[in-house]
């Protein structure tokens, strides 16, 4: 029961990675359809690691800005949720602490791009208190440089509103 389980956590996992191929390979509204239908499969009990990483996706797949704010929002509520609730499967702490620098970076260039620097900058502080948890290797390194852009981009600002920009996290 318990392999079966594991297996069927796993195709998820995999079907989540081919919408991001998709994503990536520039299919926008393809991958949002496909993950919109997996969202609708996990449902409001699914598996909070699932619908973490499926959010984040989803929120790389929207148009609109608020859009995005509104999926890289419900990635940060499941992934405190991971965090603070019992998990369906045991989750080491510190594989969940890894998914804040990213989570916050997105939602702080979100508000950015929202026109909204004071959440911009409170969600970029956020990240930055969190990068202890990253490793010193591409990926963090990569979450460290992006929070350091978006910091600079908001620090040019006379107004301390940034201007919209290309996609700024992982």
């Given at each position: 029961?318990?392999?079966?389980?594991?297996?069927?956590?796993?195709?998820?996992?995999?079907?989540?990675?081919?919408a991001?191929?998709?994503?990536?390979?520039?299919?926008?509204?393809?991958?949002?359809?496909?993950?919109?239908e997996?969202?609708?499969?996990?449902?409001?009990?699914?598996?909070?690691?699932?619908?973490?990483t499926?959010?984040?996706?989803?929120?790389?797949?929207?148009?609109?800005?608020?859009?995005?704010?509104?999926?890289?929002?419900?990635?940060?509520s499941?992934?405190?949720?991971?965090?603070?609730?019992?998990?369906?499967?045991?989750?080491?702490?510190?594989?969940?602490r890894?998914?804040?620098?990213?989570?916050?970076?997105?939602?702080?260039?979100?508000?950015?791009?929202?026109?909204?620097p004071?959440?911009?900058?409170?969600?970029?502080?956020?990240?930055?208190?969190?990068?202890?948890?990253?490793?010193?290797?591409?990926?963090?390194?990569?979450?460290?440089?992006?929070?350091?852009?978006?910091?600079?981009r908001?620090?040019?600002?006379?107004?301390?509103?940034?201007r919209?920009?290309?996609?700024?996290?992982?």
């Amino acid at each position: 029961m318990t392999e079966q389980r594991e297996a069927s956590e796993d195709a998820v996992m995999t079907r989540i990675g081919q919408a991001v191929i998709l994503l990536h390979a520039g299919d926008r509204e393809e991958a949002r359809n496909r993950l919109g239908e997996i969202w609708s499969e996990l449902g409001e009990g699914g598996d909070l690691l699932h619908r973490c990483t499926l959010a984040h996706y989803m929120a790389d797949a929207q148009d609109d800005p608020a859009d995005e704010l509104a999926w890289d929002l419900r990635a940060l509520s499941a992934a405190e949720g991971i965090a603070d609730g019992p998990p369906a499967r045991p989750q080491p702490d510190h594989a969940v602490r890894v998914f804040y620098p990213s989570l916050h970076l997105n939602l702080a260039a979100d508000y950015a791009k929202l026109r909204r620097p004071e959440a911009a900058r409170a969600h970029l502080a956020r990240a930055r208190a969190a990068t202890g948890a990253l490793a010193d290797d591409g990926y963090g390194n990569g979450v460290r440089a992006a929070i350091a852009r978006l910091e600079r981009r908001l620090d040019a600002e006379p107004d301390g509103r940034a201007r919209p920009f290309p996609e700024q996290g992982p």
